[in-house]
């Protein structure tokens, strides 16, 4: 895997609606997103060789840091992780590795 300085990246901000997903995230390293997004972010990680995800929580009006997504959708990775009341909204967990974790206002970076 390229070196993250030369390699090429893609970068999202994940906009969670409440901050226990990001919390859960965090301690399990993993994530799922809705299907829309999860096709777009598979689709970054097959061509390019870092997708940054820049942590959002909706509820909190805060950043959470930021991780580098390491494997594509798994459907049996810790399925059923986020609730039978999301899960028919989101796509397949995939794996995610924490580069910072910094609890940060989303007014001091507007």
């Known amino acids: 895997m390229p070196d993250p300085a030369n390699g090429t990246k893609k970068y999202f901000i994940i906009k969670s609606p409440v901050e226990e997903n990001i919390v859960l995230a965090i301690a399990k390293g993993v994530w799922a997103t809705t299907y829309k997004n999860t096709q777009a972010l598979e689709k970054s990680f097959f061509r390019t060789d870092h997708v ?21 959708t798994d459907p049996y990775l810790m399925a059923g992780l986020w609730g039978e009341e999301v899960a028919a909204i989101l796509g397949a967990n995939f ?8 609890k940060l206002d989303g007014s001091v970076a507007d």
């Open 95 to 102: 794996r995610v590795h924490w580069l910072k974790m910094a």
């Open 52 to 72: 940054v995800l820049l942590y959002y929580s909706k509820a909190t009006k805060s950043y959470y840091g930021y991780a580098k997504m390491l494997s594509e």
